[in-house]
């Protein structure tokens, strides 16, 4: 298995903090993720996609190529190319903003991750976004008035309780229909969210 973390640059709007890869990660430019890191001067380890949204394909990067009309997305590629590597630990850029049903497609690649037991963020402009199933997650003490945000993803999750926060909430319900745990505050204290039975995608802004 390998220890180090997976990188994966989809197409969507790019952010590059916290992509310092080091020794044992792999850094994967999903299609046209490839095109932020050309810009930024980041070469990847290998490019996966279709190749439909890179303005040249580069030929000095490894890469596997797949037909424009396939079931899985580009970054649904990247993901099970580096789980087969071994790969456990994901963090994952130019996955929202662009296209809404790619960015609602990359939440569920998230949440999916969570479900098998690995660790992932989606790292944006505005946030970092986590996905946490029948478990917790513990965030650092944020400054005070840092907007935190909590929903099921999927028809209800239970159990749900939040420690930290200026609203909060103990062995609760939230379901997909009612956006109970938007626009929470941090405290300046550390956060826990946990939930028993479901998941949970948890919005960090990245500044108050």
Not at 144 to 160: E, K, L, M, Y
């Amino acid at each position: 298995m390998a220890r180090g973390t997976a990188y994966i640059i989809g197409a969507g709007d790019f952010c590059g903090l916290g992509l310092f890869p080091r020794t044992g990660d792999i850094l994967i430019a999903a299609d046209g993720g490839y095109n932020h890191l050309n810009k930024a001067g980041i070469q990847p380890d290998l490019l996966i996609g279709d190749m439909d949204s890179i303005k040249k394909v580069p030929l000095c990067i490894p890469r596997l190529s797949y037909p424009a009309k396939k079931d899985d997305t580009d970054m649904a590629l990247c993901l099970d190319v580096a789980l087969r590597l071994g790969y456990r630990r994901f963090k994952l850029y130019g996955a929202l903003g662009g296209r809404m049903d790619h960015s609602l497609a990359n939440l569920q690649l998230l949440a999916d991750l969570a479900k098998k037991g690995h660790q992932a963020r989606i790292i944006d402009h505005n946030a970092i976004v986590y996905a946490v199933y029948n478990g917790s997650l513990a965030l650092p003490p944020l400054e005070s008035g840092r907007t935190v945000s909590v929903f099921s993803w999927g028809d209800r999750a239970d159990g749900v309780t939040l420690k930290g926060l200026t609203y909060a909430l103990k062995d609760a319900t939230l379901t997909n229909t009612k956006p109970l745990g938007v626009s929470n505050e941090a405290r300046g204290k550390p956060i826990n969210i946990s939930v028993d039975s479901g998941i949970l995608i948890v919005v960090v802004k990245s500044r108050p």
